[in-house]
């Protein structure tokens, strides 16, 4: 009995096409990697900001702080919100 065979250039075509596609999923898979570590980083950021915003606070009490001088102003309470 005879086997039968597709031709070389199509087993070529699904063989490239699929390669392709092992590659690109192989790039999702990195980037997610990539995506969930600078997620950690900007949770860690964050938490550096608030625990740093805490001292400072506790140092300096409720204050506005110019982040280009460094000079710090009381908060100034909304007139209308009361």
Not at 19 to 36: D, F, Y
Not at 50 to 56: D, F, G, I, M
Request: hydrophobic content about 25%.
């Amino acid at each position: 009995m005879e086997v039968k065979k597709i031709t070389e250039e199509q087993l070529k075509t699904i063989n490239t096409q699929q390669n392709k596609l092992t590659s690109l999923l192989t790039r999702v898979g990195v980037i997610e990697v990539e995506k969930r570590n600078l997620t950690d980083y900007i949770k860690k950021a964050s938490e550096d900001i608030e625990q740093t915003k805490k001292e400072l606070e506790e140092e300096y009490g409720s204050v506005n702080i110019d982040l280009t001088t460094g000079e710090i102003s009381p908060i100034e309470k909304c007139k209308d919100c009361e």
